[in-house]
C-alpha cells in the first residue's frame, strides 16, 4: 500500500507557474509508476504526467513544453512544476500510484490517488 499526500495547489494568473508535489509513504523507486491527473468540472479524469520507476517519462499533448515532472528520492516525492499556464488548465491535480505485482502466472495491480489539490488559473 502507500499513501499520497499532493501540496501546492493554489490560485494563479495566466501566464504564471505553480509546483505541486506528492508525498508518499514509501520508497518511490519501489512504485512502479508514479504521475498527475487533473479532472476538471464536468470532464473525466485525464492524465498530466507520468515518471516510471526506470525514469520513462510521459506527457500528455497539451502539457508538452509547459510541464516538467520529476523526483526526489530522498523526500519520496514526485513533483510537477506547471508554467506558462492557461485558464484550461483549471482542474483539481491528483496524484496516482501504480503498483504491479506478479507472481508466477498471476498479475495484480493497484491504483492509489492522492486526495487531490485545487489549480485555478485565471485570465
Known amino acids: 500500500q502507500v499513501q499520497l499526500v499532493e501540496s501546492g495547489g493554489g490560485l494563479v494568473q495566466a501566464g504564471g507557474s505553480l509546483g505541486l508535489s506528492c508525498a508518499a509513504s514509501?520508497?518511490?523507486?519501489?512504485?512502479?509508476?508514479m504521475g498527475w491527473y487533473r479532472q476538471a468540472p464536468g470532464e473525466e479524469r485525464e492524465l498530466v504526467a507520468r515518471?516510471?520507476?526506470?525514469?520513462?517519462?510521459n506527457y500528455a499533448e497539451f502539457v508538452k513544453g509547459r510541464f516538467t515532472i520529476s523526483r526526489d528520492g530522498a523526500k519520496n516525492t514526485v513533483n510537477l512544476q506547471m508554467t506558462s499556464l492557461k485558464p484550461e488548465d483549471t482542474a483539481v491535480y491528483y496524484c496516482h500510484a501504480y503498483i504491479q505485482n506478479r507472481k508466477g502466472w498471476d498479475t495484480w495491480e493497484y491504483n492509489y490517488w492522492g486526495q487531490g489539490t485545487q489549480v485555478t488559473v485565471s485570465s
Open positions: 515518471i516510471t520507476s526506470s525514469g520513462s517519462i
Open positions: 514509501r520508497n518511490i523507486f519501489s512504485i512502479d509508476a
